[in-house]
C-alpha cells in the first residue's frame, strides 16, 4: 500500500507523515490520496476531517487510521486483485502456464547468520556477566 499525504493543516500533515513514514509515496505513484479538504473527482481520496462526512473522524489513533486506510485499501482494489487472478488462471489454463516457486534459499541463509551473529552477541555478554 502506497500512500500520499496532502493536508492544509501542517500539523496533520506532520502526524500523518510521521505514523505512516514506511508506506509515503509520490502522488503519482500512491494507491491512497489522504487530505483534508473533501475532493470529489478521485477515488484514491481518503477525507480526514472532524465533520460527518469523513472518512475517517479527527481525533484518531494510529491504529484507527492504519484500519481505516486498510479498508479503504482493499474496497478500491478488491476488483483488480479479482480481475488479474482470474486473468492468470485463464492464462495458466490455456497456455500450460505453472508459477515457479519462489526460491527462498538466500532469504533462509541470511536469516541463518543473523540467527547465529545474534547468539554469539548474546554468549558473549553472558560470559562477561558472569566474569565480572
Avoid at 514506511?22 to 478521485?42: M, V
Avoid at 481505516?68 to 482470474?86: F, G, I, N, P
Amino acid at each position: 500500500m502506497k500512500i500520499a499525504v496532502e493536508c492544509q493543516s501542517p500539523l496533520l500533515q506532520k502526524s500523518l507523515e510521521i505514523f505512516l513514514s514506511k508506506y509515503l509515496s509520490s502522488a503519482k505513484k500512491c494507491d491512497l490520496l489522504i487530505r483534508d479538504t473533501k475532493c470529489l473527482e478521485d477515488k484514491r481520496c481518503f477525507y480526514i476531517a472532524s465533520n460527518e462526512g469523513a472518512d475517517l473522524l479527527k481525533p484518531f489513533s494510529k491504529s484507527q487510521l492504519i484500519l481505516a486506510l486498510e479498508k479503504r485499501y482493499k474496497e478500491l482494489y478488491k476488483d483488480t486483485k479479482v480481475a488479474v487472478k482470474e486473468r492468470n488462471e485463464s492464462w495458466s489454463e490455456e497456455e500450460g502456464f505453472r508459477e515457479e516457486s519462489l526460491d527462498f534459499s538466500i532469504l533462509e541463509k541470511r536469516i541463518d547468520t543473523l540467527t547465529q551473529e545474534y547468539k554469539e552477541n548474546i554468549l558473549r555478554a553472558i560470559k562477561a556477566f558472569y566474569e565480572n
